[in-house]
């Protein structure tokens, strides 16, 4: 688990730059037959920009939500399996990246030697934890479980201090659940309900497929629903998860022994690699008390059994079919309402990605990531920053002091585009054919793990990248006051090199402001221009931006996404927030450019200010099973794609003036009602 960091989109993929080594020729940006012009742009601006799209790219079993990114991930999955594919066409030498892409990926693609296997990989797992013979074994169980990827009970990770941006500390959270939200545990409506019971098929069935017998399954079931069921109680829920104040309790090993004594924490934090531990960050206290409670109040077999399970559910993606079937079943149809697997080969794609990721990201750069497109955007960026500073010193609502201490800030962004500087190395990862798939995922989670440990008590690198260069995605790190635009999100509908500035504005212009906005949301404004928690505004600057703040979190909160279900508005703040500032500070820089120009002429019958507008709209077009927007509205961020268009344009004040929006339409909002923060 990461420290808190912003998202733009709501997806991460590996993409690949689509023919951008081509010549530049001036491109349309926007395609009109992705529109659908007889909807009213005032009453329905999501079907209006993107109703043909909408229209032409209807969900196929396989998804639960369709988008643009998944359009351009489709196209990238191809491009970076033919990528790997050529690495197997050339000799490698044993331990080279090109042998370790290709052994991994290979035994990813080998169905009949994973069928033929089917559990017998994890099994030598599951013995050895059904061969504890006392819970006194559980602290050097659970440091191995925590290097191999497993996390029962809590999360860890080690990352920057909140309070002291510059060192890494060793942060541990509650955790411990698999259903996906504590929620799930504790509604008691019918579908909540039901999912409840296909989750105990689901561990059933596993421990069934693993050589235990019925009554062993069923015990198992009952076993993993007690204990989650009861870490799910005590969690916090993820709108005070947004709270960092309420989620930073540094203390010393001493007092976490006497907040959760029926763990050996020296021995554990000795046994992971941090010896010599004297202080650490527990988000939450009340969780990992109740960890403490569970091992003692549970037996050794109900121990046994969750710890088993949080194998097998962990392993069941790298087993023979009948695992992976049996967990897809689960959380792809019953969660998100999918009706079949990705064909292996994606699977296989997105596998490498995480396991190897830099190394293919340093295959793709060198392919498809041309120099001008970063150019570009380190143009755009200076563009947005100049907007965004322009935007703080002219808010009526914050003091001078805040002002300043807000444009020392942004005045410190770290701007990272396309790709690192260094490249991650693998050396230490070994990748042997002559193993299981699962026994290689095994290998390459130590990996993994060991690399982030060995960062404990070191200084904080900010020149680290947390995504690859292959993600279309961005974010905004607040430890590290930065926002990274890794290459792959550098592509259309985002960033089109050959199209107007209109487009480009609108699209990744609102993502590189959206990032921008993050650092000043209600989380991330509570952190300094060094990365630190403290608060640096005014107490009455504070209660202002609190008091703009709810008008957008009623506002979603009134939103009906489906039924009678509503958007979450606290939840959604953030990203709701840097939507709404994203827009106005690109909407402000692309206005800049154009001082002192000839009024730029329609295309396609659209003036600017409509193009602008469209090619946001566009980043968002997807098509989604009410499944999947009832999980989402559960347990993510950001609002639903739809409501990023018709919940964010309607405080937009240019968006009226470019439609011709009337208070007869039906996203009209009175001007005194807009939101107004950024």
């Known amino acids: 688990m990461r420290k808190t960091i912003y998202f733009a989109l709501f997806i991460t993929s590996a993409m690949v730059f689509n023919a951008c080594n081509q010549p530049q020729q001036a491109v349309a940006g926007i395609n009109p037959a992705n529109m659908d012009t007889t909807a009213v742009a005032g009453n329905d601006f999501n079907r209006y920009a993107n109703g043909g799209w909408m229209a032409t790219n209807p969900l196929k079993p396989e998804y639960a939500r369709f988008g643009t990114f998944d359009e351009l991930r489709l196209k990238s999955q191809m491009q970076v399996k033919e990528l790997i594919e050529e690495l197997a066409t050339t000799s490698a030498t044993d331990g ?162 006497r907040l959760s004594p029926d763990i050996n924490w020296p021995l554990l934090f000795d046994r992971i690699g941090t010896k010599g531990l004297k202080e650490l960050n527990v988000g939450q206290l009340e969780p990992i008390a109740e960890v403490s409670r569970l091992i003692r109040e549970s037996s050794l077999e109900e121990i046994k059994f969750y710890l088993s399970w949080n194998v097998l559910n962990l392993a069941s993606s790298y087993l023979s079919d009948e695992f992976s079937d049996a967990a897809f079943e689960f959380y792809g149809k019953t969660l998100s309402g999918k009706e079949v697997q990705q064909e292996r080969w994606k699977r296989a794609v997105d596998v490498i990605d995480e396991s190897l990721g830099e190394a293919v990201g340093q295959i793709y750069v060198e392919k498809y990531f041309p120099p001008a497109a970063k150019e570009k955007m380190l143009k755009l960026v200076d563009d947005l920053q100049t907007a965004l500073g322009e935007r703080i010193q002219n808010l009526a609502w914050m003091g001078d002091t805040t002002k300043v201490k807000a444009l020392e800030k942004l005045g410190k962004f770290h701007v990272k585009i396309g790709y690192p500087n260094k490249w991650r190395d693998y050396s230490g990862l070994a990748v042997s054919k002559n193993d299981a798939y699962w026994v290689n995922i095994l290998r390459s989670n130590n990996f993994d793990y060991d690399y982030m440990i060995s960062k404990f008590d070191k200084p904080v690198d900010k020149d680290e990248w947390l995504m690859t260069p292959q993600t279309v995605n961005a974010y905004y790190n607040p430890a590290t006051n930065e926002i990274c635009f890794p290459a792959g999100i550098l592509q259309p509908p985002f960033f089109n090199l050959n199209a107007d500035d209109a487009v480009n504005y609108g699209a990744i212009g609102v993502v590189i402001g959206h990032e921008m906005t993050h650092g000043f949301d209600d989380y991330g404004r509570q952190f ?145 009602k807009r939101v107004a923060i950024w």
Do not use: C
């Open 528 to 672: 300094d221009k060094d990365g630190n928690l403290t608060d640096w505004w005014t107490s009455s600057d504070a209660e202002r931006f609190t008091e703009r703040a709810k008008v957008l979190v009623d506002y979603f909160d009134n939103i009906v996404v489906l039924d009678t279900v509503h958007a979450n508005g606290k939840l959604t703040l953030g990203e709701n927030i840097a939507d709404q500032g994203g827009l106005q500070v690109s909407w402000q820089a692309y206005q800049n450019t154009l001082k002192g120009q000839v009024a730029p002429a329609p295309i396609d019958g659209f003036t600017a200010a409509q193009r602008f507008f469209i090619a946001y709209a566009t980043v968002w077009a997807s098509n989604v099973r009410d499944a999947e927007i009832l999980r989402l509205t559960k347990i993510d961020p950001h609002a639903m794609a739809k409501w990023r268009v018709n919940g964010a344009l309607p405080q937009i004040d240019a968006w009226y003036d470019a439609f011709g929006v009337t208070p007869d339409n039906t996203l009209f909002v009175p001007k005194e």
């Open 96 to 257: 080279s990246l090109q042998q370790k892409i290709g052994s991994l990926y290979a035994l990813a693609l080998d169905s009949a030697r994973l069928n033929s296997d089917g559990g017998a990989p994890v099994l030598p797992y599951i013995e050895k934890l059904r061969a504890m013979s006392a819970k006194s074994e559980l602290t050097g169980v659970l440091a191995g479980m925590f290097r191999d990827g497993v996390n029962p009970f809590f999360s860890h990770y080690v990352y920057a201090d909140d309070k002291n941006s510059s060192l890494n500390i060793l942060h541990v959270n509650q955790g411990g659940f698999r259903m996906g939200d504590r929620d799930y545990y504790l509604e008691k409506d019918e579908r909540t309900q039901h999912i409840r019971a296909k989750y105990i098929e689901l561990i059933e069935e596993l421990f069934t497929l693993s050589g235990h017998t019925s009554e062993e399954a069923k015990n198992a079931s009952t076993a993993v629903m007690k204990i989650e069921t009861q870490l799910a109680k005590i969690a916090f829920p993820r709108e005070k998860l947004r709270d960092p104040i309420a989620n930073y309790h540094k203390i010393t090993l001493e007092e976490l022994s």
